[in-house]
């Protein structure tokens, strides 16, 4: 005789042990009952990611007549000039366990800011 349970997502639905991680080749394998299923288990995996890019006018103005940036250059408007492009570094600083360092550079007057993300 057999018995199903009603499980979360992510746990088996035969003896309602967790399961592992979602495999890309065979589906998951329980670590109880050795049954393996595929994304069925796991409803709602699906992920969205929106990328952001600067917009041609950002390189274009760039080339007009500002010096050079110092690294990749963004959409943000310095504090300093009303600049709409800056360029920025990257630096982990602090621990691991916190965020990093955003150093901006306005790409025409050169004024410097710092951002902890």
Request: charged fraction near 25%.
């Amino acid at each position: 005789m057999s018995i199903k349970l009603t499980s979360e997502p992510g746990f088996c639905p035969d003896c309602g042990t967790i399961l592992p991680l979602l495999s890309d080749k065979d589906g998951v394998r329980c670590y109880i009952c050795k049954k393996v299923y595929g994304s069925e288990v796991f409803p709602g995996l699906e992920c969205n990611y929106t990328s952001q890019f600067n917009s041609l006018e950002t390189y274009s103005e760039l080339k007009k007549g500002q010096e050079s940036a110092e690294g990749p250059v963004v959409e943000r408007k310095c504090p300093n000039c009303e600049n709409d492009t800056m360029s920025y570094a990257t630096l982990q600083l602090r621990s691991a366990d916190e965020g990093q360092t955003v150093f901006y550079t306005c790409t025409k007057c050169k004024f410097k800011e710092t951002e902890n993300s």
